[in-house]
């Protein structure tokens, strides 16, 4: 019985990942498109219906392109590193909280934040190891936005976790049966949402690929596989931050439409924002960070701490 239970678990994971890469590629598409309505002209339309297989033709293209290893390159954490950057990225979407079949994390929130923490190092190595200027430059930059912005990320997290006592993710849908945490913790929610869109280097945050100044940064370096792995592992923390605002903010985890049209929702905004603003100046980026993130995070959770002990 328990191999045919490890068994379904394992097909479960596997159908999640297929599942999860089907979404990243109609999400570029998506993105491509609504891109492209912004910036007036009509976006990828030629292969397929209406531009329906682009994502599929990109992945041949750069998969089968040739790859390039750089002379004075670190060669195995220059190869590997976005190979576990992706990998992690994928890790992080087995704490969806189905009901059935596939694991359930008691501890979910944690392995979340121990997931994206870990993701600094893949993008800080991919920077160093290419041993170009720009790259390196693009790395730290990636690196000390990161790690600025975890700090009020996991701070904004625990005010949710304090409503909640529980670090289970099955529970934001119990708690939020008939009212929704954004309607209590409206603020905390949009300073989640910048935050979540500095934490996956998205514009108006994103330094570490500035194409002004660091010529497209980190991944400078990268060619046919290994960029295809580090931008599928951008958008699939896309998708999953997408998620994750669904899970805590809207309502939680059903398995129903409803469902994923908030979710597709949250990621419309994502690029809706990147069509929108422009990129901020680093040492503004900062600014927000240290000087208004972090203290609001923090007056929110003993407001929140407060609001428990007493009612």
Partial sequence: MMLKDLLMVILGIIILIIGVLVGVAFLTLLERKVLGYIQIRKGPNKVGYGGILQPFSDAIKLFTKEQ???????????????????LLSLMIWLLIPYYFNLLSFNL????????TSLGVYTVMIAGWSSNSSYS???GLRAV??????????????????????????LMFNFYQNLNWFIILMYPLSLCWFSSSLAETNRTPFDFAEGESE??????VEYSSGGFALIFLAEYSSILFMSMLFVL????????????????????????????????YRYDKLMYLAWKIYLPISLNFLMMYMGLKIFL
Avoid: H
Wanted: include cysteine; aromatic fraction near 22%; glycine fraction near 6%.
């Fill in 248 to 279: 805590i903010y809207l309502g939680g985890y059903s398995l129903n439409l409803y469902f994923y049209i908030k979710l597709s929702l949250i990621s419309f905004l994502f690029i809706w924002v990147r069509g929108t603003l422009p990129r």
């Fill in 108 to 115: 979910g929130i944690l392995f979340f934040l121990c997931c």
């Fill in 214 to 219: 660091l010529v497209s940064g980190f991944n």
């Fill in 68 to 86: 390039t290893y750089p002379n004075y390159s670190n060669y195995m954490s220059y190869y590997f590193s976005p190979v576990v950057s992706f």
């Fill in 144 to 169: 000390a936005q990161t790690i600025s912005y975890e700090v009020s990320l996991a701070l904004i997290l625990m005010s949710s976790l304090i409503m909640v006592m529980d670090f289970n993710m």
């Fill in 136 to 138: 390196l430059l693009g």
